[in-house]
């Protein structure tokens, strides 16, 4: 009786496997031309992670410092942080080997912004660059920024990177979310 219930029961996972591989793999619809991804960029495209707090200024700071994330060995990064009158979006972007631009939009209309990036880098189902793809979400979203500061040194830390946005925004509780893209 037991060989009969296991073997039932491998026939049954079997069918459900090859029932579950004949489905048509989708493909995303890139919103802009492809872009050849190599090396841990491919990885990075597909895996991004995402960190987000909420509350007081001095626990925002204590749990940004705690991020497991080496951002010198990122290409790109994205901060919003809003506050209770505005918002800010800082847009790390990597130059040479140990330089970042950083872009930044002031009074961001970033509650509309969120969803728009989360968008973006399900839509790219890891194909093309996510980094390129969210940059490009940015800059359509919110136009010319408010300033743009070119070759800052990398980052030591999430604490050094992502700190002073959260400690000079307005009212409490703010909102910071974090994406490492690739």
């Known amino acids: ?24 793999q989708s493909t995303p619809t890139p919103t802009s031309s492809p872009i050849v991804i190599a090396g841990d960029c491919r990885s990075s495209s597909w895996n991004t992670e995402l960190y987000g707090f909420c509350g007081g200024k001095a626990a925002m700071i204590e749990k940004i410092a705690s991020l497991p994330v080496q951002l010198s060995s990122r290409r790109v990064f994205v901060q919003i942080t809003q506050g209770s009158s505005s918002g800010e979006v800082k847009l790390y972007e990597r130059q040479g080997n140990n330089t970042f631009a950083v872009t930044k939009w002031k009074n961001a209309q970033t509650f509309k912004l969120l969803p728009k990036i989360d968008k973006a880098i399900f839509d790219n189902k890891g194909v093309n660059c996510v980094g ?50 690739c």
């Open 132 to 181: 390129e793809q969210v940059i490009a979400v940015l800059r359509k979203e919110l136009g010319k920024p408010s300033e743009v500061t070119q070759d800052v040194e990398a980052p030591v830390s999430p604490a050094a990177a992502f700190s002073d946005s959260v400690q000079n925004a307005t009212g409490e509780p703010i909102r910071t979310t974090v994406w490492i893209l």
């Open 1 to 24: 009786m037991m060989k009969n219930h296991t073997l039932i029961l491998t026939v049954v996972a079997a069918g459900l496997l090859i029932g579950e591989s004949a489905y048509a």
